[in-house]
């Protein structure tokens, strides 16, 4: 069974939180990490690249 799956105890609820949270950022980091296509950063440079995947990563508006 996965870490992100098993159940806590109520007492442990706050450190369950912080682990889940945690984990959250870290696969955006992973993500991050993967999903800048490196002829952005040549043609356009970090700052568009970064800017064009949170631009990708951002809820739509629509919903």
């Known amino acids: 069974m996965p870490s992100s799956a ?34 952005v950063l040549v043609e356009r440079g970090l700052a568009d690249a970064v800017r064009a995947l949170a631009l990708d990563l951002a809820p739509s508006k629509a919903a």
């Open 6 to 39: 098993r159940t806590c105890a109520p007492s442990s609820a706050g450190g369950c939180a912080t682990r889940a949270s945690s984990r959250a950022a870290l696969e955006e980091l992973r993500l991050l990490g993967r999903g800048i296509n490196p002829p």
